[in-house]
């Protein structure tokens, strides 16, 4: 294909605005003003150009949640300069400091607290200088809107101060904060900065980047996950125009392209012989499989007292298994990467939440330093965890190197739903012992899960070729959320690691604490049940936390909890409701939510009717972007809980699009009524991940209200339903 | 290669092709470089690609550019910022995005729904986009964006 028409006279044409193409590259610029990269420094995160604008380097970036707008509310406050001012450059590994993966609803609460604490050390020093330049006490001089004004009237702006008063700093943990009170941006709805772009088309997304002379990648992936490239026959793609070369090392397969769509009829049509791998286990005998996995270690996450004597010694015991799902992302923009590869270096424009590490990877796979490789932060679509963007970014980086032009690479929807790499499946053995008097005196519990953290997860089309790419074993912080929130006399809370799993994991939003939350929440209604108590009283019961007692008070009022209507079980369609807390980690956020939904006993079917979440995460930042991420916690985990699940034959995933993967769709969406509580002199702690943990065991909850029958196998599907109601 | 006329966005242009049966949505994004229609699925089920042909919302990523006689328009075309569609202006009231890689499609489907029935209950615009995928779950700020232009126009 030729472009023949010019697209700037096009999108004049049609009235649009053209900021798009040059942006990330534009960044070099900016550079100008920043000479480091260390986390330590108050010149690694800020630069203050003479015209007084602000420019945050961030090493969190925005995944699509809107944090890019906190993290320069958070600055504007701490510098007393407009919000529009302030300009943010997100996950440029020449550019910003390594802040770590962003993940695990940490943006705030870790990267936004080292910004405001550079941005409190600049304000000391540009109080500084200008009480030299005015010859006053700082103590007199006042800072507002990019201004530091003496009693006397005189006047400087932040800009004619910032060369003087040089940020290149060492961070200081002391520097005093701006109190709360006197917040005039930090707590307020503040619009986010990108929504307009998005709504009017002129935001460049990671799929819209694009590079002069830029060519068009496809990977061709094995018919199995380990099966072998026996052989390809290009003389099959030899009818389609503008291939440039049919890249090939070892069984890392990919077309090279001079246009999008020959790259994508190609990738089609190449005849390819895989060898015939049958590696996986049968998905029917999945927790056989778990089960019997070689365990390589035991962590016990929280021991208190002796559970094994208790639960022998205790009258009554209950015992239940929970198991969840493998999950994938279901990006709805499936992974894409820019790279250019020349004179031993390489660029790389990706969608990663990791650009820093990725660096590494990357430059482990082509055998080059790391500071030959730079990664540059491009947004893409929501990710919700370490998808394909990683991977995506290994084939454009060797695809690029094999053409010696830049190369994009844009998975396809089967790419994406077959390769990307999972939210491992998950068990957890529930046991509890009950004494004479009706309290619970033993907990145990027993969680199946693969080895490893959060970590370098393997980039695919590295290992595919054979190449390194300092991969390990990661599902995430799965751990998390086993150890439960409350006073148990007796506990073990252990968690089998397993040396495999069937698909490669890694983590999605809310790892390890959703599955975890699900059985402990689930099992604590099994025990109340027993002992014909509450769900609510039961846990006002057994927790000593305060803050979390108050959360769960707020949540019985916002639901009206305690008048709530006991349903018909007998009923063919009946509401039931269920109560979940967590104090996230045991450490952080507190949520609590009910949830309200209807049961269908002849057809099986769960709808999600209504959702109250009290939600405490300290100071909040931006409540109107916080209530997005909980409604968005909420939605995406009802559609996991309800309806997901990854399914696979012998070789390969065979859940490839969205009719074999269905996701929550509007007319299946519930209401979301939420209490923010609101703690501006707290630490402010995340909100993109915590809602998540209490849905499945509210809705499990809900269902036992509504019918009498437990559900404890997400997805909560129809013929589960069905099957659970018909044994009862 | 063959060069075919397209109407798009009110004006008449002409690319050269090698394949006609070239889906319209890489037709648009790399040939005329419109980006508000997305690649999501390929597949024409998940809406991200939406176009209007001729008024109506269609999967621009499944229409082969052999079968588009009518006027295309795109999310660039619906409206700017000077001149907002009133969706476009109640999508940022609301702040109805999260990613935003679905909104095109979310905006393209609601204009269709709206410009043939300007009033419509909730449950009406819930039915409407019933075929188009958020994963970020706004799905509740969108049906209020969606309602909110109703009301305003």
């Known amino acids: 294909m030729n472009k023949t028409i010019d697209r700037r006279t096009l999108l004049k044409a049609s009235g649009a605005l053209i900021v798009a193409f040059s942006l990330p590259l534009d960044r070099t610029t900016a550079k100008k003003a920043n000479s480091t990269v260390s986390a330590d420094r108050v010149d690694g995160f800020l630069a203050i150009a003479p015209d007084g604008a602000v420019t945050v380097y961030s090493g969190k970036v925005d995944l699509g949640t809107g944090v890019q707008t906190a993290l320069a509310q958070i600055v504007a406050e701490e510098l007393d300069v407009p919000l529009g001012s302030v300009t943010i450059i997100q996950g440029d590994t020449a550019l910003t400091p390594d802040q770590g993966v962003t993940s ?314 077959g390769w990307d790499p999972k939210g491992p499946p998950t068990l957890v053995d529930l046991r509890a012992g009950i004494d004479a008097q009706h309290d619970v005196v033993a907990w145990e519990s027993e969680l199946f899960v693969p080895d490893g953290a959060a970590g370098m997860v393997a980039l695919t089309g590295a290992d595919l070729a054979g190449l390194d790419s300092l991969g390990t074993l990661n599902p995430g912080g799965v751990l998390n959320d086993l150890a439960i929130p409350y006073a148990i006399p007796n506990l073990t809370t252990t968690a089998h690691r397993l040396g495999s799993t069937p698909l490669r994991p890694a983590w999605i939003r809310s790892p390890g604490r959703l599955q975890n939350t699900f059985a402990n929440e689930s099992f604590l209604d099994e025990i109340a049940a027993s002992l014909s108590v509450d769900p609510l009283d039961i846990r006002l019961r057994y927790l000593t936390d305060a803050r979390g007692k108050e959360l769960l008070e707020r949540l019985a009022r916002l639901s009206n909890w305690r008048k709530r209507p006991m349903p018909d079980r007998n009923s063919d369609v009946s509401i039931g409701r269920g109560l979940a807390y967590v104090k996230y980690e045991l450490v952080r956020t507190y949520v609590g939510v009910v949830a309200e939904v209807e049961v269908n006993r002849k057809t099986g079917v769960l709808a999600a009717k209504r959702f109250y979440v009290a939600h405490d995460c300290g100071q909040i930042i931006n409540p109107d972007g916080l209530r997005n991420q909980i409604e968005g916690c909420i939605l995406q985990t009802v559609s996991r809980t309800l309806k997901e699940e990854v399914t696979f034959d012998r070789s390969m995933v065979t859940s490839l699009d969205w009719a074999s993967y269905p996701i929550l769709t509007f007319p299946e969406t519930p209401e979301v009524v939420i209490d923010l509580i609101d703690r501006p002199q707290e630490v402010p702690w995340g909100g993109g991940e915590p809602t998540c943990a209490v849905v499945p065991s509210a809705i499990a909850g809900a269902v036992f209200e509504a019918t009498g029958v437990r559900v404890r196998s997400v997805p909560f599907t129809p013929a589960k339903m069905l099957a659970a109601l018909r044994a009862t | 290669m063959a060069t075919t006329s397209l109407n798009v966005n009110g004006r008449t242009v002409s690319v050269t092709i090698d394949d006609p049966d070239i889906p319209l949505l890489y037709v648009l994004r790399n040939e005329l470089g419109l980006h508000g229609p997305r690649f999501g699925c390929g597949l024409g089920q998940c809406g991200a690609c939406t176009v209007h042909v001729d008024g109506t919302a269609v999967r621009s990523c499944v229409t082969p550019l052999s079968s588009v006689s009518g006027r295309v328009v795109t999310l660039e075309g619906l409206g700017t910022e000077v001149k907002p569609h009133p969706l476009q202006t109640a999508f940022v009231e609301e702040q109805a995005v999260q990613c935003g890689y679905c909104i095109n499609g979310m905006i393209m489907q609601s204009a269709d729904l709206l410009a043939r029935r300007p009033k419509p209950s909730e449950q009406q615009v819930k039915t409407a986009l019933a075929n188009n995928l958020c994963r970020c779950g706004t799905h509740l700020r969108i049906v209020r964006a969606v309602m909110r232009a109703a009301a305003s126009s």
């Open chain 1, 104 to 417: 695990g609803s940490f943006s705030i609460q870790n990267g936004g607290m080292q910004l405001r604490r550079a941005a409190a050390t600049a304000r000391q020093a540009l109080l500084r200088s200008a009480a030299r330049r005015l010859q006053c006490e700082i103590s007199t001089l006042t800072m507002r809107n990019g201004m530091i004004a003496a009693a006397s009237g005189e006047h400087l702006s932040i800009g004619s101060l910032a060369e003087a008063a040089s940020l290149a700093l060492e961070i200081e943990d002391t520097a005093p904060e701006k109190p709360p009170a006197e917040y005039t941006l930090v707590g307020k709805p503040v619009r986010r900065l990108d929504i307009p772009g998005k709504v009017h088309a002129r935001f460049t997304f990671m799929q819209d980047f694009d590079l002069p002379g830029m060519l068009h990648g496809r990977v061709v992936r094995p018919s199995g996950f380990g099966a072998e490239l026996i052989s390809y026959d290009p003389s099959s793609i030899a009818n389609i125009p503008g291939i440039v070369q049919v890249v090939r090392i070892k069984n890392f397969l990919g077309i090279v392209a001079q246009s999008e769509w020959s790259a994508i009829r190609a990738a089609q049509q190449l005849k390819v012989t895989w060898s015939n791998w049958q590696g996986l286990p049968e998905q029917s005998k999945l927790w056989e499989h778990v089960r019997s996995t070689p365990v390589v270690r035991d962590d016990v996450t929280s021991r208190i007292g002796s559970s094994r004597t208790a639960l022998e010694a205790a009258p009554r015991k209950l015992q239940a298994s929970y198991d969840f799902a493998i999950h994938t992302h279901g990006s709805i923009g499936p992974s894409c990467a820019v790279a250019r590869f020349g004179h031993g270096k390489l660029t790389c424009w990706t969608a990663s939440q990791a650009t820093h590490s990725l660096r590494k990877q990357l430059a482990a796979t082509l055998s080059v330093a790391d500071e030959d490789v730079r990664c540059i932060y491009v947004e893409g679509a929501g990710c919700y965890g370490r998808n394909g963007h990683e991977d995506a970014a290994s084939d454009a980086a060797l695809l690029a190197r094999a053409v010696g032009k830049p190369v994009r690479v844009q998975w396809m929807r089967a790419n994406e739903h």
